[in-house]
């Protein structure tokens, strides 16, 4: 009877609107520039880092691989760097780092800070190996290996959290 929550559906992530009601950004877009992207981080910056958070770290954004793979233009074309995109936003004060995630697709990130106090892994079952009978000699050895382990999302009272989900849903 319990529900199981992760980044993209805790009560404890903050989340960040993309799509028209919000910022009406869609990073996946060819058309999207460094400025439409810097816009993006730094109002994932402020919602984590603002006056109405107040959480303390680095943060990590996990992005999908079309936002990825569309950050990876050069950031700006007028001059002679080959910078990309997502390099030029690496260099944003309160970034930890970029990372490309298969656990989101097409315009949807996540802005973590990769501490205990906001974000940990809870393991309600160590792992477990059971070795299935062999019936015939031919038979192959074959074990069972399962566990349970889920992420614990931490808010305080005043719902701060270390934790952003963004999305244009």
């Keep these: 009877g319990y529900r199981s929550y992760g980044i993209k559906n805790s009560p404890n992530a903050l989340a960040l609107n993309l799509g028209a009601g919000g910022l009406a950004t869609d990073l996946t877009a060819p058309a999207t520039t460094y400025d439409q992207f810097r816009a993006v981080f730094v109002a994932a910056l402020q919602a984590l880092h603002g006056s109405g958070n107040n959480a303390v770290g680095n943060i990590t954004f996990y992005v999908s691989s079309q936002i990825w ?17 997502i390099e030029a936003l690496r260099k944003l004060p309160g970034v930890a780092d970029i990372k490309m995630s298969d ?7 996540a802005a973590v800070i990769l ?6 892994p809870i393991i309600g079952m160590p ?3 059971t070795p299935i009978p062999r019936v015939t000699p031919m038979d192959d050895w074959n074990v069972l290996v399962w566990s349970a382990s889920g992420l614990q999302i ?16």
């Design 69 to 85: 793979f569309n950050g990876l233009k050069v950031a700006n074309s007028q001059v002679s760097t080959t910078e990309s995109v």
């Design 103 to 109: 656990r989101f697709t097409g315009n949807e990130f």
């Design 115 to 120: 501490s205990s106090e906001y974000i940990r």
């Design 127 to 129: 792992i477990t190996n």
């Design 154 to 169: 931490k808010s305080d009272a005043s719902g701060r959290s270390g934790t952003l989900y963004a999305s244009a849903a």
